[in-house]
């Protein structure tokens, strides 16, 4: 009795310049922290969830493949402010927003499947890292628990 063989097509290597790679990279993390000034969550908190808002969200449609065109993306993700936020959302941050989106949108094209996701990965701790660090520089201390 024979065994089948299995063929296992692996994924072409990037061509992308690392450091064209690296800008954009940079580029949409900055754009997203600029964009959370304007988010102030309803209910406060210090989870990972709370603090990035909207732009969790934004990276988990955009690893997901959910949306492909950049005006529905931006529709998502205003349709997530306006009902999760109490500061409403000024066209300076929808701007910073829109830039965020072109970026990865051209990132997206540079990379293979398996370098996005990486990348989507870095993005979202980067911009959490730069939330937290304003938050905890800012923000009211935790509240200590009674034992």
Not at 16 to 42: G, R
Not at 57 to 77: M, T
Not at 85 to 102: E, F, M, N, W
Not at 110 to 115: A, D, F, H, N, P
């Amino acid at each position: 009795m024979s065994r089948p063989y299995i063929y296992i097509q692996t994924e072409k290597e990037s061509t992308a310049d690392p450091e064209k790679t690296k800008n954009l990279k940079e580029d949409v993390v900055q754009n997203l922290f600029e964009y959370l000034e304007d988010y102030q969550p309803e209910r406060g908190g210090d989870s990972k969830s709370s603090l990035m808002g909207p732009v969790g969200k934004l990276l988990s449609s955009v690893s997901s493949g959910r949306f492909e065109n950049k005006d529905a993306i931006v529709g998502y993700v205003v349709n997530i402010h306006s009902n999760a936020s109490t500061k409403p959302l000024s066209q300076v941050a929808c701007d910073h927003l829109k830039r965020a989106i072109d970026s990865l949108q051209q990132l997206k094209e540079l990379v293979t499947e398996r370098m996005w996701l990486r990348i989507l990965r870095e993005i979202d701790y980067a911009v959490f890292l730069k939330q937290y660090e304003r938050v905890s520089t800012f923000g009211t201390p935790r509240k200590e628990v009674k034992k």
